[in-house]
């Protein structure tokens, strides 16, 4: 990593959740976390669910999101490395971030060493033991089959009907029942699991929605990105050591 440069993570976003009044407002949010980052940023990574809904024809992507995109873009013309994982709202992101951003789009794990840390990085969708409804969907949502098929669909229809799915989210009335108990956390199940064939300073998720630092085995750490509907927060990693903070906290 270059001196005085930092790696950043955020996940969960949900633009275009909670309709649009709320969305542009969260939209704004993370633009000036953009902005307060952009100077000391080598690394950025988007973990999942930065969208509530993407879906990328061949000439056609979701409207919206023109700030965020922008703020995007000025970042990776100035020299950040931005990574795109795709989450269990936003997997059908397919080349236009990788045209448009230069973005690398990563698709399941990604497992990188930086300063001599190492970290596996995930969204965290289908992982654990929980999620077992989704595990199935995701299967079919990942089929290049059923891709194809929904592509077939006319813009106008597909994104209406995967829009009305998408307030169903749990993101829209996250509240404290998904909290549960500490060593039943379904990711840190998953990294103490993972841990034991291979070692990682740093497993980080984000998915469950809950900012979450939990000490493991041989001085790893399970982090987890929580979410900008309730949280607003991300982790930074400056080169010796990783945080777990909180944008615009409210007091």
């Not at 987890?224 to 903070?245: C, M, P, Q, R, S």
Request: net charge negative; aromatic share 16%; hydrophobic share 40%.
């Amino acid at each position: 990593m270059p001196t005085g440069k930092n790696l950043y993570f955020a996940s969960d976003f949900h633009l275009g959740a909670n309709g649009h009044v709320l969305s542009r407002e969260r939209e704004d949010r993370i633009i000036r976390w953009l902005d307060l980052i952009k100077d000391d940023a080598a690394e950025l990574f988007l973990m999942g669910d930065v969208f509530d809904f993407w879906f990328e024809y061949k000439t056609v992507v979701p409207k919206g999101y023109i700030r965020f995109l922008g703020k995007l873009a000025q970042l990776t013309d100035a020299g950040v490395k931005l990574y795109l994982f795709k989450g269990n709202h936003d997997m059908w992101m397919f080349d236009y971030f990788e045209q448009e951003l230069n973005a690398t789009i990563i698709t399941n794990e990604l497992e990188i060493e930086r300063n001599g840390k190492k970290f596996y990085l995930h969204h965290g969708d289908g992982l654990g033991p929980g999620d077992a409804q989704y595990k199935l969907l995701k299967k079919v949502f990942r089929s290049r089959f059923c891709q194809w098929l929904f592509a077939r669909v006319h813009p106008n229809l597909g994104i209406g009907i995967a829009n009305m799915w998408s307030k169903q989210s749990r993101i829209a009335g996250a509240n404290d029942t998904e909290k549960i108990l500490h060593q039943q956390e379904w990711l840190e199940i998953y990294s103490r699991e993972l841990l034991q064939t291979k070692h990682y300073d740093y497993l980080i998720f984000g998915h469950r929605h809950l900012p979450l630092d939990i000490a493991l085995q041989n001085n790893s750490r399970y982090i987890n990105l929580g979410e900008w509907v309730n949280y607003n927060t991300y982790a930074v990693f400056d080169g010796d050591k990783l945080e777990l903070k909180y944008f615009e906290k409210s007091e």
